[in-house]
């Protein structure tokens, strides 16, 4: 009997995914998706707040539907390991026993005891004064390993949020937890105080590090926030790559899931750095996982990038990817959510006027609108390759959900320039496509001026997988050939990476990578006709989003 299966669970902004795969080839035998439903309706969601709130239900059901559905493809007993990897910075609060207090009478329809999205930005005001405590108050800068700028979209400027604004999930709340540890936690059924930290949450959003002795200290918390005061005495000092051991199935799962108590649950992590190690990362190489959002991942060798601080970035972590590696994160708050959005904003008169049509009656409405929806995006994208970019005027700033690097502003705003009386949606479309790939420049060409070369750039993800008009625009954006990941769930390849490491199957991440890597699909080269016109455009993007900023108050 082969016991060599290992499932990897990726909580993505819309859905869960999970994979079986086979640890020894890579090969997936078996994938579910299940989008979560409370979310889909944005039930304890506000757009126009930043808002954005996940209930862990969602979470939950979407576990065992998909893990279920996966696990029954072949026996029990032959499925050894399997590792969550999650959103982030998502935390919740949670009781003494690790149990999210949306979970409890009182709190069931509370968007504040449950999970804080890593797009909620809520909390903009105390990550401007985690910023200003930072450089100001005598000690440690905790900042530093996290870019020099603390974000909205993290750990403690969330905390710090729903501990001011609801004084019952305050009371309540005996400590929080990152979403990718609460999962690990409920799957092994541990105690709250034993439960393995992520290292690559802890290291890139919550400011720990050793050199500091894990998070930051009693009295900064404490000056920040005097409500803050013991609680890091009850979250934790030690954290654990996601390559680690957290536990095994506790009885009550693997009933629930159709495993068995001897399958290993590797120590929790985000789902870009699982991504990145699918997308077979190396030392210097940029994985761009693209979705909702896009994170930019690059890993080096520690003691090369020695003292270095690379500024404005998510932040620099001990094997945060690839164990033994300093893992870096970058990225872009709205990708395919940008695109999204507009979208939406065109699909406008379906939603509105449409009901009210005397033409159609309601059931063909309905199947109009489904058709329209599934068509849109990929007519979007035709439609504004078409257009010629040394032709095209308009202009926009990707900032619709705040600027996360280089240097985070969440508070910016998206703009379109440059709109004259034949611009149409291609036209619109196609800008906000450029400006996603002249966000992706800037970071690049942060990395690098900080000494860290990029040399190679690898796509992944939902958007790299269906947006070829994309892909190829960031190949002449950044005059870089740029290699499309095969894997449709790469992170969840990645987190089943990571469990065959967990279960024992395989030595260390790299020798997993190589057994398990599915290779590359498409590899987008840059074209030197258009190179030269986006060169001008990117100068142009950069003088826009400098007279932009300059009109916003900055904040994190
Ligand atoms: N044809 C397309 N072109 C560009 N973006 C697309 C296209 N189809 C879907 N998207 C975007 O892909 C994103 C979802 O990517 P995915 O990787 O599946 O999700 P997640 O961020 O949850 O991991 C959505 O934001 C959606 O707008
Ligand atoms: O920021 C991180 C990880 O650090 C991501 O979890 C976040 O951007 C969400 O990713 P998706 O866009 O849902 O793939």
């Given at each position: 009997?082969?016991?060599?299966?290992?499932?990897?669970?990726?909580?993505?902004?819309?859905?869960?995914?999970?994979?079986l795969v086979d640890a020894r080839s890579g090969a997936e035998v078996a994938q579910a998706v299940h989008p979560y439903a409370r979310w889909k309706d944005q039930r304890y969601c506000n757009a126009a707040h930043n808002q954005f709130r996940q209930h862990p239900l969602d979470h939950l059901e979407g576990l065992e539907a998909t893990v279920?559905?996966?696990?029954?493809?072949?026996?029990?007993?032959?499925?050894?390991?399997?590792?969550?990897?999650?959103?982030?910075?998502?935390?919740?609060?949670?009781?003494?026993?690790?149990?999210?207090?949306?979970?409890?009478?009182?709190?069931?329809?509370?968007?504040?005891?449950?999970?804080?999205?890593?797009?909620?930005?809520?909390?903009?005001?105390?990550?401007?004064?985690?910023?200003?405590?930072?450089?100001?108050?005598?000690?440690?800068?905790?900042?530093?390993?996290?870019?020099?700028?603390?974000?909205?979209?993290?750990f403690w400027a969330k905390?710090?949020?729903?501990?001011?604004?609801?004084?019952?999930?305050?009371?309540?709340?005996?400590?929080?937890m990152e979403?990718?540890?609460?999962?690990?936690?409920?799957?092994?059924?541990?105690?709250?105080?034993?439960?393995k930290r992520s290292r690559c949450a802890a290291g890139h959003k919550a400011m720990w590090h050793e050199s500091w002795g894990g998070l930051p200290s009693e009295e900064f918390l404490?000056?920040?926030?005097?409500?803050?005061?013991?609680?890091?005495?009850?979250?934790?000092?030690?954290t654990y790559t996601a390559d680690q051991v957290a536990g095994t199935l506790s009885e009550e799962w693997a009933q629930r899931l159709g495993l068995t108590t001897d399958t290993v649950v590797a120590v929790g992590t985000f789902d870009a750095h699982a991504g990145a190690v699918a997308g077979e990362i190396e030392a210097y190489s940029m994985v761009k996982v693209m979705g909702t959002s896009t994170c930019d991942i690059v890993v080096a060798p520690v003691q090369e990038v020695g003292e270095k601080l690379v500024p404005g970035i998510c932040g620099q972590v001990d094997g945060s990817v690839v164990p033994g590696l300093l893992g870096l994160e970058?990225?872009?708050?709205?990708?395919?959510?940008?695109?999204?959005?507009?979208?939406?904003?065109?699909?406008?008169?379906?939603?509105?006027?449409?009901?009210?049509?005397?033409?159609?009656?309601?059931?063909?409405?309905?199947?109009?609108?489904?058709?329209?929806?599934?068509?849109?995006?990929?007519?979007?994208?035709?439609?504004?390759?078409?257009?010629?970019?040394?032709?095209?005027?308009?202009?926009?700033?990707?900032?619709?959900?705040?600027?996360?690097?280089?240097?985070?502003?969440?508070?910016?705003?998206?703009?379109?320039?440059?709109?004259?009386?034949?611009?149409?949606?291609?036209?619109?479309?196609?800008?906000?496509?450029?400006?996603?790939?002249?966000?992706?420049?800037?970071?690049?060409?942060?990395?690098?001026?900080?000494?860290?070369?990029?040399?190679?750039?690898?796509?992944l993800g939902g958007v790299a997988k269906k947006s070829a008009f994309l892909m190829q625009t960031l190949a002449d954006v950044l005059n870089r050939p740029i290699r499309v990941a095969e894997s449709d769930q790469a992170p969840a390849l990645g987190a089943a990476m990571y469990a065959?490491?967990?279960?024992?199957?395989?030595?260390?991440?790299?020798?997993?990578?190589?057994a398990m890597g599915n290779g590359f699909a498409d590899t987008y080269a840059p074209d030197p006709a258009r190179v030269a016109a986006?060169?001008?455009?990117?100068?142009?993007?950069?003088?826009f989003g400098e007279f932009v900023e300059a009109q916003t108050p900055n904040m994190a």
């Open positions: 009997m082969s016991k060599t299966y290992v499932i990897g669970i990726d909580y993505g902004t819309d859905s869960v995914r999970a994979v279920r559905q996966v696990a029954a493809q072949v026996p029990a007993e032959q499925i050894v390991g399997l590792a969550v990897d999650t959103t982030g910075s998502t935390p919740g609060p949670v009781d003494a026993r690790g149990q999210s207090l949306a979970l409890l009478p009182g709190f069931e329809e509370n968007p504040n005891a449950m999970f804080v999205l890593w797009k909620d930005h809520t909390a903009l005001a105390e990550a401007a004064e985690i910023n200003r405590k930072a450089t100001t108050w005598g000690g440690e800068d905790y900042t530093r390993f996290e870019g020099g700028i603390y974000s909205s979209e993290w905390i710090m949020h729903v501990t001011r604004e609801d004084e019952a999930v305050a009371r309540a709340a005996h400590s929080w979403h990718c540890d609460w999962l690990t936690l409920q799957l092994t059924g541990g105690a709250l105080a034993t439960c404490v000056q920040l926030e005097p409500k803050l005061a013991g609680l890091r005495e009850r979250l934790y000092t030690d970058a990225g872009q708050s709205a990708v395919g959510d940008l695109l999204a959005w507009f979208r939406q904003l065109i699909e406008w008169p379906l939603r509105a006027l449409l009901p009210d049509s005397s033409v159609l009656p309601a059931e063909q409405q309905d199947q109009l609108r489904e058709e329209l929806a599934g068509r849109m995006m990929v007519a979007l994208n035709q439609a504004a390759a078409a257009v010629d970019p040394a032709a095209s005027q308009v202009l926009a700033l990707d900032w619709v959900n705040g600027r996360r690097t280089p240097d985070a502003n969440q508070a910016l705003k998206g703009a379109l320039m440059n709109l004259s009386m034949g611009t149409d949606a291609p036209h619109i479309f196609r800008a906000l496509v450029e400006s996603i790939c002249y966000g992706s420049r800037r970071i690049v060409e942060r990395f690098e001026a900080q000494g860290v070369p990029i040399k190679q750039v690898i796509g065959a490491v967990a279960a024992g199957l395989h030595p260390d991440v790299p020798t997993a990578q190589r986006y060169e001008a455009r990117y100068q142009q993007y950069l003088a």
